[in-house]
């Protein structure tokens, strides 16, 4: 199959691409290079730039070179931008992921997978997330990955295109130096930026009824996660019809002082982490539940937290080497 990867120029879209190179797919990139960098994509795979708003190039794409499933990873993606411009986060996610979808369907592609979030799940109340906690998303970028799996299982229905929607839990770690994430949204980068401006790293927010006080996340190695996008791919392509929603986790809660403790280990610095105010949108605690995907498609995380963190602290210091 031919698999169109939006956002395949980014951080998770990058090594998404790889997989399913080695898994023996074709790939081709979709990516408007806000965040992505061109540099990533591997020679030999054909970079297309532009926007998912743009349905008569997304068409035009598909067409021209006989896609045949889409990987669709294209998003805004911060919590805390998502409340002051919520407008922004529908129209990019959105409407964005509707007018992809109309050019998909126009097309007869047959398989869709959509890049979801355990943002959907809001503050939920239980130890560990299954895909039928009740959804509660606190902040518009959650909203939109909600509506976008209600809008992906709609399409699906009314057309017979094969779905699946992947929710994501804290994607750390690395394939390759090359490939880490060189954006500073997420923990992990956040506090090596601080660590090598020899700055304390920052926790927001320690009150939260957790153990330690701090928010409690569920991560999961980039690589693993790229490989549990293999594993729906040929689901999808085995099983026309196929609607699926699947929480991609390790179910093990570490807490944000937990991390920082084992990333200032793990680099070898000594600074102790200073407790800023807490940011809107962040739930307490969020870990998954990983039994569903594992039946399903027999699909199971192999790396560690201190595997993600040696992996993207090399990643770290391969993009800022003066630093």
């Known amino acids: 199959m031919t698999w169109l990867i939006t956002g395949g120029a980014g951080y998770i879209g990058a090594h998404v691409v790889r997989a399913l190179l080695d898994a023996g797919e074709e790939a081709v990139v979709y990516d408007d290079l806000s965040t992505g960098i061109a540099e990533r994509v591997p020679e030999g795979v054909p970079l297309e730039i532009g926007s998912t708003l743009d349905g008569e190039r997304l068409a035009r794409v598909i067409r021209g070179h006989g896609v045949t499933g889409v990987v669709h990873l294209a998003a805004k993606k911060q919590v805390g931008e998502s409340v002051e411009r919520p407008l922004h986060y529908y129209r990019e996610n959105v409407e964005g992921l509707r007018t992809l979808l109309g050019a998909v369907t126009d097309a007869g592609v047959p398989s869709f997978v959509f890049s979801s979030s355990a943002a959907v799940y809001g503050m939920p109340d239980v130890d560990l997330v299954t895909e039928d906690t009740p959804c509660a998303p606190m902040s518009p970028y959650g909203e939109t990955k909600l509506v976008g799996e209600w809008l992906v299982r709609a399409t699906g229905r009314a057309t017979g295109l094969s779905t699946a929607s992947l929710r994501y839990f804290n994607v750390a770690g690395a394939a390759a130096p090359a490939l880490a994430d060189t954006g500073v949204f997420n923990l992990v980068p956040m506090v090596f930026e601080k660590l090598t401006e020899a700055a304390p790293p920052?926790?927001?927010?320690?009150?939260?009824?957790?153990?330690?006080?701090?928010?409690?996340?569920?991560?999961?190695?980039?690589?693993?996660?790229?490989?549990?996008?293999?594993?729906?791919?040929?689901?999808?392509?085995?099983?026309?019809?196929?609607?699926?929603?699947?929480?991609?986790?390790?179910?093990?809660?570490?807490?944000?002082?937990?991390?920082?403790?084992?990333?200032?280990?793990?680099?070898?610095?000594?600074?102790?982490?200073?407790?800023?105010?807490?940011?809107?949108?962040?739930?307490?605690?969020?870990?998954?539940?990983?039994?569903?995907?594992?039946?399903?498609?027999?699909?199971?995380?192999?790396?560690?937290?201190?595997?993600?963190?040696?992996?993207?602290?090399?990643?770290?210091?391969?993009?800022?080497?003066?630093?």
Not at 222 to 236: G, K, P, S, Y
Not at 251 to 272: C, F, K, N, Q, Y
């Open 202 to 323: 920052r926790i927001f927010g320690a009150d939260y009824p957790t153990p330690d006080g701090t928010c409690v996340r569920d991560y999961i190695h980039v690589v693993d996660l790229a490989e549990a996008h293999v594993a729906t791919a040929r689901r999808l392509r085995e099983a026309p019809g196929t609607d699926l929603t699947l929480n991609i986790g390790r179910g093990e809660g570490v807490s944000v002082r937990e991390m920082i403790d084992r990333i200032t280990a793990h680099t070898g610095h000594s600074l102790s982490p200073v407790v800023v105010d807490r940011r809107p949108g962040d739930p307490a605690r969020v870990v998954a539940s990983a039994d569903r995907i594992a039946t399903e498609l027999g699909w199971k995380a192999r790396h560690g937290v201190d595997e993600m963190i040696a992996s993207a602290w090399e990643g770290w210091t391969h993009h800022h080497p003066a630093r």
